[in-house]
């Protein structure tokens, strides 16, 4: 691999975790946020709502401009793009222009990741694609941590808004990038030989050119969108029903998160290696049937101890496999559309599953913790049902080399 190569690849998975730090800086410091901005429950409850609104603009957007123009130039813009919104969060002194710019931030984050993806896809050979976005998925994990460290030396010290200041990381590695990286020289495997043309620039309805493409987007969208709803289930309400069923401290809880993003890390890497060696079919359904079974067992504990071990085991499967959608989508659509096909069902996904928090609390009030597992666990359901329609996912249509649906 040449060294500029190197470097972008590098460029491309460190943006993608500094893009999870910044969006977790809101989870470490919403409480503070509503209480110096005196904000109520439902005010709050839509600063979430307005950064998921954001990324579907930005993953539709960018997903169309990546593959109509050079992609290493359209990711350098969508980092900027969250880093800048990220840390002028530092001057919000209301919650109108909180709003704004955690939707512009949105808008960066949701155009990064397929941008991302697709350039990673030119540049490693697509037999590896699972393992390297694996690796990505990992990264952001890690920047998760850091945004929990973070949070944790500075925010006592500077107050919520000093957090935000570090929302402008990324423009340093940005800057870099532009002096030591040549994008004109990125190598992209499968690129097409004759530049597009103005009268042919890929499009989103692409998507659903022919009926088997149809299937597969929507397909993968309903799988992405469970995904995403399983994940705010996991992260937003378990640590809140186990303080409640096991009486657990915040502490108790926070080791549990810690555990959690463990077990998704370790997640990620096996899914990573067994997606390339396995395929889709076998990787996606061993590992829905693990979350839903993993996810309804989960009511069993009833120690600190086997909550922390429980959450290990739930996020190696249920957010083990979200590296592979991008997998998937990477090596199934036409290398034109790929950065659309990636951000368009990813952030799809997101907006629609974001909403998975909003029915648990409903659930909650009207029936109870049981009840919530037996929901999530029907989800991952209806996910294996879905993945075993495709049949694009048969080990015998799906592979690598071919690059693309015919």
């Known amino acids: 691999m040449k060294t500029n190569d190197k470097r972008v690849l590098g460029t491309a998975i460190l943006g993608s975790g500094l893009d999870d730090m910044n969006v977790m800086f809101l989870s470490f410091s919403l409480s503070s946020i509503i209480a110096d901005l005196n904000l109520s429950g439902s005010e709050a409850g839509w600063i979430g709502t307005i950064t998921n609104l954001g990324m579907l603009v930005g993953g539709l957007l960018f997903g169309v401009l990546a593959d109509r123009y050079n992609k290493f130039h359209i990711f350098k813009i969508t ?54 976005a694996s690796l990505n998925g990992i990264v952001g994990q890690i920047g998760s941590i850091l945004a929990a460290i973070l949070a944790a030396l500075i925010a006592p010290r500077l107050g919520w808004r000093g957090l935000f200041l570090f929302g402008f990381l990324p423009v340093v590695l940005i800057v870099w990038a532009h002096f030591f990286i040549d994008a004109p020289a990125i190598t992209e495997t499968g690129a097409e030989t004759t530049p597009q043309t103005e009268k042919n620039p890929p499009q989103i309805k692409e998507l659903f050119a022919t009926p088997q493409l149809s299937r597969l987007t929507l397909s993968l969208m309903l799988m992405a969108t469970i995904q995403i709803a399983g994940y705010f289930g996991m992260m937003n309400w378990l640590p809140t029903m186990m303080q409640s069923q096991l009486g657990v401290s915040v502490s108790d809880s926070s080791q549990w998160m810690i555990a959690t993003i463990i077990g998704m ?35 069993l504990a009833n120690t600190t101890f086997t909550m922390i071990l429980g959450g290990a ?29 990636n951000n368009t069902i990813l952030n799809v996904g997101r907006a629609v599953g974001g909403f998975s ?19 999530l666990a029907s989800l991952y359901g209806v996910s294996l049902l879905t993945m075993l329609s495709i049949p694009d996912l048969k080990k015998e249509n799906y592979q690598p080399s071919t690059q693309a649906v015919k």
């Open 357 to 375: 928090s909003v029915i648990i609390g409903m659930i909650l009030d009207h029936s109870g913790i049981p009840m919530v597992m037996l929901f």
């Open 79 to 132: 980092v900027l793009i969250f880093s800048l919104a990220t840390g002028f969060i530092f001057f919000v002194d209301n919650i109108y222009i909180l709003y704004l710019l955690r939707f512009i931030s949105g808008v960066g984050v949701g155009g990064e990741y397929g941008v991302a993806i697709s350039i990673m896809a030119g540049i490693v050979p697509l037999n590896k694609m699972g393992r390297i």
């Open 313 to 341: 085991v739930v996020g190696f499967f249920v957010n083990g496999m979200f590296t592979g959608y991008a997998t998937v989508t990477t090596l199934l659509y036409p290398q034109r559309i790929r950065t659309i096909a």
């Open 265 to 299: 890390c370790i997640g990620m890497f096996v899914f990573g290696q067994m997606i390339d060696r396995i395929g889709p079919r076998k990787s996606f359904g061993s590992f829905l049937i693990c979350s839903a079974l993993s996810v309804y067992l989960f009511t």
